[in-house]
């Protein structure tokens, strides 16, 4: 009797552990056919304000980027984060510093770059990626047949890291950059810390970088913004 008892429970767990996966699947599905309805962030949009400010602002990379948060803010008001909180990013071995102007569920918007060069692997991500050269230049590496010479995109280029596609990528010099991710965001977040685990140990940055994150994140969708 007690066998059976236990029997019967083991398949009572188990079925109640397949009805919650099979119904975590349908609302990722649902969700994952409706992202476009999630975005407030186009790339046409942000590739064309990046060069207006460009135009505007030429290699004055501090009037380039308050122009760029200043028309996201009257656009989007408080879903962007007029506080310039830099912080020290370390992820795939490359080394820079972020301000995160937009995080959600489904986007973040970043400038990202560093003063002294950096070079790194991309991560395989859950989203697009959108990097839109605000200064220096950024050269890329994605093996294949015949290919031999790097991707290479200056200022005003745009490079585009489709979602799971993955390369090396090397900024040879100072390098500035308006970064737009859309898709899934939080799996992202684990390429971005294990470096802190697995070699720097600036558990203080990550502390930052999860408050920053997780504050956007959040009030954002107390906004509504998913």
């Keep these: 009797m007690a066998a059976k008892t236990k029997t019967a429970s083991s398949f009572n767990s188990l079925s109640i552990v397949a009805l919650v996966l099979a119904a975590l699947s349908a609302l990722f599905y649902v969700l994952e056919q409706n992202l476009e309805s999630f975005y407030i962030f186009t790339p046409t949009e942000l590739h064309d304000l990046s060069q207006r400010a460009l135009g505007a602002h030429g290699n004055d990379t501090t009037r380039v980027v308050e122009f760029i948060v200043s028309e996201l803010s009257e656009k989007h008001g408080s879903r962007v984060n007029l506080d310039e909180e830099w912080i020290l990013n370390n992820a795939g ?7 995160i102007i937009h995080a959600s569920v489904t986007e973040y918007l970043i400038i990202f ?5 950096t070079e790194g692997h991309t991560g395989r991500h859950t989203a697009d990626d959108y990097f839109h050269i605000l200064s220096g230049t950024q050269v890329a590496y994605s093996p294949g047949k015949g290919i031999y010479q790097p991707e290479v995109y200056p200022q005003g280029s745009v490079h585009h890291l489709k979602r799971g596609d993955v390369k090396q990528y090397k900024m040879p010099e100072a390098c500035f950059a308006l970064e737009y991710a859309r898709g899934w965001i939080p799996p ?7 470096d802190t685990f697995t070699s720097t140990l600036d558990f203080p940055t990550l502390w930052r970088t999860s408050w920053v994150t997780g504050r956007e994140m959040v009030q954002n969708l107390l906004r509504g913004k998913f």
């Design 113 to 117: 770059g560093t003063a002294i060069g």
């Design 93 to 99: 071995g490359a080394m820079g510093a972020m301000y």
């Design 188 to 194: 992202m977040l684990f390429f971005g810390y294990a």
